[in-house]
């Protein structure tokens, strides 16, 4: 095994998992999707480990971290807080954040917070705003697939979802993929790692969205549970250095955000990873070759 398996309490008592790889003082911390966890990162923690430590975290609700007895809290503020209170245990005043879709936001809003912690920040594939029809598609599936009894229909399901995102892969390669996100629970049968109160929560939080936009254009309310209601407010935060990865195929991450979001931010590195859609995994050569070169570029801590 290349990496040591820890646990942290998160402020409010919960159980949560974290990986660590590699012994270097320039820390990289590696933030998942919305339904993965931390074996989404392993390729890319193992490369980037021959010269950095890399912290890979289960989200509370995900993998080996405890499911929260109170689903309201599976929330973006929550989750800012329990990496908080992760790097606070670590001792570690200053990291780099790589964040995958809902961890990409969960990085914007660090940013926000405490931005003289964050040395510099790699958002794969998620803007301040995400198009209707990916929202629908994303709420629609979200922790929602049923158990199956083979690791075979289990990589079916995982196709059907992500199937347009990663085009022209052999069943081995979908096997492979299926075995970051699912698991075999105590009854023999082969499931999500994942929550389904997750799914639940962001589908309540998509319903809430609107009105609390509404709140925020009329200056009547700009953050709930410490996170700005709209994103493009956290991200115009990322005054540090920032790389954007983009998926070419993304539904999510559009070219008309990603020019808006240069307009925001002119020093945005942007690195487009072909054959993919939402999001890349990060373990082709061109993104994990782009990352390599921006950390390699960001000021000694």
């Known amino acids: 095994m290349n990496y040591s398996e820890h646990h942290y309490r ?14 270097a003082r320039d820390t990289v911390v590696c933030l998942p999707g919305l339904t993965r966890n931390c074996k989404d990162f392993e390729k890319l923690a193992l490369h980037l480990a021959a010269s950095r430590t890399v912290i890979t975290p289960d989200l509370r609700g995900r993998g080996q971290s405890a499911r929260d ?12 807080r329990d990496i908080w209170t992760l790097l606070d245990n670590l001792k570690l005043d200053r990291v780099i954040v790589i964040g995958t ?11 926000d917070q405490q931005p003289q912690r964050l040395r510099g920040v790699v958002i794969n594939d998620i803007g301040p705003e995400v198009p209707a029809a990916a929202v629908l598609r994303i709420s629609q599936s979200a922790a929602r697939t049923p158990a199956t009894d083979s690791w075979e229909s289990a990589a079916e399901q995982v196709k059907r979802v992500y199937g347009l995102a990663f085009p022209a892969m052999d069943d081995e390669w979908w096997l ?72 070419a195929y993304s539904d999510v991450l559009t070219a008309d955000i ?3 979001m240069r307009k925001a931010k002119p020093d945005l590195k942007v690195v487009i990873i072909p054959d993919r859609g939402h999001a890349p995994i990060l373990d082709e050569p061109m993104a994990r070759d782009a990352i390599v070169n921006f950390l390699d570029g960001l000021k000694k801590p």
């Not at 998160?10 to 790889?21: E, F, T, W």
């Not at 007895?69 to 800012?80: A, F, I, L, Q, W």
């Not at 879709?101 to 940013?111: E, K, P, R, T």
Request: aromatic share 8%; glycine share 8%.
């Open 69 to 80: 007895p109170k689903p309201s809290r599976y929330h973006p503020g929550t989750y800012v």
């Open 101 to 111: 879709s809902l961890g990409g936001l969960i990085a914007m809003h660090m940013a």
């Open 258 to 260: 990603v020019e808006r």
């Open 10 to 23: 998160s402020s409010d008592g919960l159980d949560l998992y974290y990986r660590s790889y590699g012994s």
């Open 176 to 247: 492979n993929f299926t075995r970051l996100s699912y698991r075999m629970n105590d009854e023999g049968l082969v499931e999500q790692d994942v929550d389904p109160a997750v799914g639940d929560a962001a589908r309540k939080a998509v319903r809430a969205m609107t009105m609390l936009l509404r709140l925020r254009k009329w200056r009547l309310l700009r953050r709930v549970a410490g996170i700005n209601i709209d994103a493009w407010d956290a991200f115009r935060s990322v005054t540090m250095p920032c790389l954007l990865v983009q998926g």
